[in-house]
């Protein structure tokens, strides 16, 4: 059987015949019909043609523990973003309110932020030294500048909206913790292919979660690494024509995989040993950070595979790695960029 993919429409009719029938979910763009030729008949005679003649391809359709882990996982994601939006209305709150803490504390709502906010929140704004001295001795700031940065015009308005907003940051905390103790319910049989994909520079923790809800703990369902970075969204396009090249541009793919894969990019960009590290700073100055974080993400979901479809820790290959592999070159670059400065360089290997 044949089925469309249109939003979530489809995953009650495949919850009733997965287990009867054989049921092939299709991408709409890979049997889009002709312009004004669109019924949802047509629709149902083109698949099933599409269907007879071997035309079409199915998607990956996990199965069903897999796929409410999935849900697990992205519903987690959600509330995170979520929790990041109530921090940003506190924050304009407390503009609002002339309040100027996040100019003397790097985090608002740590435990000396969130300490202070309560109390404004509850009506404190008179004695602002005992307002600073909620702040923990580890606070770099003084007395008197938390004390400045508290000084401001907060009403009854603000303190109901702190209160609402403390509130609801309270509970958006309380279901993470949930949702992480679920997810890590869920994800205990895994353990083998969470520890290799924990050996991947940048991929720990959250983002293994979402590879293992995304992919699986084995990449069966792709027949390779350059199929799984297209269908996870970060492969290079490739739109050429009389040849030339018109766009290198990615598709969008797998959302949440693709998201998590350049989070975990950024990560891997800051390491100082590592092979991804090396090639993030390679890149930066001729592509800039953005693209740069999508090759490495193309290289992350690279390893991905290697290690789960191999069942080997990942192996790097060196923060010198692009040196080693075209060594004339470096000498190349390194005597000209000295003769640019006026000298005059004779290389002599070492003997050892």
């Given at each position: 059987m044949c089925l469309e993919s249109t939003g979530?429409?489809?995953?009650?009719?495949?919850?009733?015949?997965?287990?009867?029938?054989?049921?092939?979910?299709?991408?709409?763009?890979?049997?889009?019909?002709?312009?004004?030729r669109k019924t949802d008949v047509k629709d149902s005679q083109w698949l099933a043609e599409l269907l007879a003649f071997g035309l079409v391809v199915p998607s990956f359709i996990p199965d069903k523990p897999q796929r409410e882990l999935r849900e697990a996982v992205r519903y987690r994601r959600s509330l995170i973003e979520e929790r990041a939006r109530e921090v940003n209305r506190i924050q304009k709150v407390l503009e609002g309110g002339n309040i100027k803490l996040g100019s003397v504390i790097s985090d608002v709502l740590g435990v000396?932020?969130?300490?202070?906010?309560?109390?404004?929140?509850?009506?404190?704004?008179?004695?602002?030294?005992?307002?600073?001295?909620?702040?923990?001795?580890?606070?770099?700031?003084?007395?008197?500048?938390?004390?400045?940065?508290?000084?401001?015009?907060?009403g009854d308005h603000q303190r109901w909206m702190l209160t609402q907003q403390l509130r609801h940051l309270s509970d958006l905390e309380a279901l993470i913790t949930g949702a992480d103790q679920e997810i890590a319910r869920r994800t205990r049989p895994f353990e083998e292919a969470r520890t290799l994909l924990d050996s991947i520079p940048g991929v720990q923790g959250r983002v293994a979660d979402v590879i293992l809800a995304e992919v699986g703990p084995t990449v069966e369902p792709f027949r390779s690494a350059a199929a799984l970075a297209k269908w996870t969204g970060v492969a290079p396009g490739n739109k050429t024509s009389g040849g030339?090249?018109?766009?290198?541009?990615?598709?969008?793919?797998?959302?949440?995989?693709?998201s998590?894969?350049?989070?975990?990019?950024?990560?891997?960009?800051?390491?100082?040993?590592?092979?991804?590290?090396?090639?993030?700073?390679?890149?930066?100055?001729?592509?800039?950070?953005?693209?740069?974080?999508?090759?490495?993400?193309?290289?992350?979901?690279?390893?991905i595979w290697?290690?789960?479809?191999?069942?080997?820790?990942?192996?790097?290959?060196?923060?010198?790695?692009?040196?080693?592999r075209d060594t004339e070159a470096v000498k190349r670059r390194a005597i000209r960029r000295l003769a640019d400065l006026g000298y005059q360089v004779t290389l002599e290997p070492i003997t050892l």
């Open positions: 979530s429409y489809w995953k009650p009719v495949y919850n009733l015949l997965e287990d009867t029938v054989v049921v092939w979910l299709i991408n709409p763009s890979h049997v889009k019909p002709l312009r004004g000396s932020g969130r300490a202070m906010l309560t109390a404004i929140a509850q009506g404190a704004t008179q004695d602002l030294t005992q307002l600073a001295g909620l702040a923990d001795r580890r606070i770099r700031a003084s007395a008197e500048l938390l004390a400045q940065a508290l000084t401001g015009l907060v030339k090249r018109l766009s290198g541009r990615t598709t969008p793919g797998n959302r949440a995989l693709r998590a894969l350049v989070e975990a990019a950024r990560g891997a960009g800051r390491t100082k040993s590592t092979y991804m590290g090396a090639q993030y700073r390679r890149l930066v100055p001729r592509i800039g950070p953005k693209r740069a974080a999508m090759a490495v993400a193309h290289s992350i979901c690279q390893r290697i290690v789960l479809d191999r069942r080997e820790p990942y192996a790097d290959l060196g923060v010198d790695y692009f040196d080693r």
